[in-house]
């Protein structure tokens, strides 16, 4: 079957143009971009900028730095607590049980959810005067008027949990995918030495899911750092910046100010440190080789 | 072949069916285990679907109710936001961009994924790599070139944009997904066609495409579903309201009915339900075909 012919090159040419076009062309732009002064709003200042935007994000501007950290803070919160929750739900859907099928498309289901509709549902389930904590507290259980979305110190919490609530599935389907993979004759070979359940968790399941672990997390990493919709909409990266991204502030420079040059520094900066973790994430992960 | 393939050991492992009646055995000889599963299974539940349940209730019931069972219903909601705040309209565009992105995701990444998996071609692995490289190319930070050149084609303001731009991004993980269900389906069939004086062509579609089935619905409906979702593209390169989209819809009912959770919960809803059935009779195909080692092929 392997034979040289145009017909691959056929086959993936629009594959190609479109790449090309929507992604490698912007790429290149963005680049281009972040070494201009480029606002719409503002044409006649535009020109050659040289290294201006990068020396202002670097010295000048706090939110870069703030944005940055909250970024790192909430990939790692994220992907972590995702992983356990996610690990744990594989396990148990995993296990033969009644109503197994139904349980399975319930618990996935949040998966299939945008981050604009994840915040309006939460919001409605957190709304002060007619959300859940209003409802407990006419039970008895804490107290009324509770906004936990206005409030600095508990926005972040809120904040995490809703993307729990959208972002475990996505572990815990790739999980169970890999645990389905495992032959069961390596479970009997352990139970007939006498591991017990734990034991053969630790030395028969988590060495065989290590590789789908590593892969995993860092496309959630990836996803969870670019992902935008959700606190865009949920908090606006308020209160007081608090909760804003690096991509949530590069989004905003594009939608709301206008200013496509330190726009596009702030780009190019994001994509550079993105591709320098996951690189080393790759590296001391050692991804592909088996314990 | 394939049906080992694409339906492998998920609820009845095949063949040797000792493991089943062992493992079955296994767990009843432990009865008193079984809350480990019952009990985090019964809050997850909880914590998946009060949410859910939270959208319904505000969705059916009048404005100013607080009945967490609502009766009699009302679709006073529903008729709001379908017909006043214009979702009628956003509907038809995300069915418009979701089948759109279906069909030319699924046709490209057929087209690419037999190109990886039955030829052998210069430039192979510099493709394959461009294809795994762009999965860390963040959307959000292509907002602002995507802009431009949008703008520059007259695609601002149309559908048309809105589903090349989502092609674009989806199309390297579905073709490298699409690649390993044509790699697991057996070459010979295909050549036996091939000598018997069919066309490659002809081959394709009488051996390969039949068996595709299973991974033509899952990327298909995987699509459908990141096309219907997607926010910002549509947020930034459809400002008119007659080309909005659901989630962009929804947005706004954020920001401009913030008191009116009645009229959110309903256009909620219309967003969720269309996607949540999908996903609801397409996810066994996933977790299956991901099992099938589609991922590692």
């Keep these: ?291 | 072949m394939t049906e080992t393939l694409i339906r492998p050991p998920v609820d009845t492992p095949p063949p040797p069916r000792q493991p089943t009646k062992r493992r079955r055995r296994a767990v009843a000889e432990e009865p008193g285990k079984r809350w480990l599963i019952h009990v985090p299974l019964v809050l997850y539940l909880l914590f998946t679907l009060i949410p859910f349940y939270w959208m319904l209730v505000f969705a059916v019931r009048p404005t100013g109710s607080t009945q967490l069972v609502p009766w009699p219903v009302t679709f006073e909601h529903f008729d709001t936001v379908w017909n006043d705040i214009g979702f009628g309209i956003f509907f038809y565009n995300s069915v418009v961009m979701g089948l759109g992105v279906l069909v030319f995701v699924t046709v490209l990444s057929v087209m690419g994924g037999y190109a990886l998996a039955r030829f052998k071609f210069r430039g192979q692995r510099l493709f394959l790599l461009a294809m795994l490289c762009s999965q860390f190319i963040p959307g959000a930070m292509m907002l602002i070139p995507l802009f431009v050149i949008f703008k520059g084609m007259g695609l601002l303001n149309t559908l048309t944009g809105l589903i090349v731009a989502e092609v674009a991004f989806q199309l390297p993980l579905s073709l490298i997904l699409m690649s390993g269900f044509i790699r697991n389906i057996s070459v010979e069939l295909e050549e036996a066609a091939m000598v018997d004086g069919c066309s490659r062509l002809r081959a394709f579609f009488a051996v390969v495409l039949p068996q595709l089935k299973p991974a033509l619905v899952a990327v298909g409906s995987f699509a459908f579903i990141g096309a219907w979702n997607n926010f910002l593209f549509a947020l930034m390169f459809a400002t008119r309201q007659d080309k909005f989209t659901l989630p962009v819809g929804l947005s706004y009912a954020l920001g401009e009915f913030n008191t009116d959770f009645g009229a959110l919960a309903a256009g909620g809803v219309v967003a969720a339900v269309p996607v949540v059935l999908v996903f609801a009779v397409v996810q066994r195909f996933l977790v299956q075909g991901l099992s099938a080692g589609a991922v590692k092929g």
């Design chain 1, 1 to 291: 079957m392997r034979t040289k012919t145009w017909a691959p090159y056929a086959l993936i040419a629009p594959t190609l143009v479109l790449m090309a076009v929507f992604l490698v062309y912007p790429i290149g732009s963005v680049v281009y971009y972040s070494l201009q002064r480029y606002n719409v709003t503002q044409p006649w200042k535009n020109g050659f900028a040289g290294l201006d935007n990068f020396k202002q994000m670097l010295f000048d501007d706090p939110l870069f730095w703030q944005s940055l950290a909250f970024s790192a803070k909430w990939v790692f919160v994220e992907v972590a607590l995702q992983l356990l929750l996610g690990l744990i739900l594989a396990l148990i859907v995993n296990e033969t049980f009644i109503g197994r099928g139904i349980a399975r498309a319930m618990v996935f289901s949040p998966w299939a959810v945008s981050g604009v509709l994840t915040t309006g549902i939460w919001i409605l389930l957190l709304n002060p005067s007619t959300g859940i904590f209003q409802v407990l507290s006419e039970w008895g259980i804490g107290s009324p008027g509770t906004s936990v979305l206005g409030n600095p110190d508990t926005v972040f919490d809120a904040l995490v949990v809703t993307e729990l609530w959208r972002g475990v599935p996505f572990f815990a389907i790739l999980l169970l995918a890999d645990l389905q993979s495992i032959p069961k004759d390596l479970y009997e070979a352990a139970s007939v030495d006498g591991a017990s359940r734990w034991r053969r968790f630790t030395s028969v399941t988590l060495p065989h899911l290590k590789d789908a672990i590593i892969l995993s997390t860092l496309l959630r990493a990836v996803w969870e750092f670019n992902n935008v919709d959700l606190i865009y909409t949920l908090t606006g990266g308020g209160p007081a910046n608090q909760t804003t991204t690096l991509p949530l502030y590069v989004a905003r420079q594009a939608v709301d100010s206008h200013n496509f040059g330190y726009g596009s520094a702030l780009t190019v900066a994001g994509f550079l440190i993105l591709l320098f973790f996951s690189i080393l994430y790759l590296r001391v992960s050692k991804f592909g080789s088996r314990a």
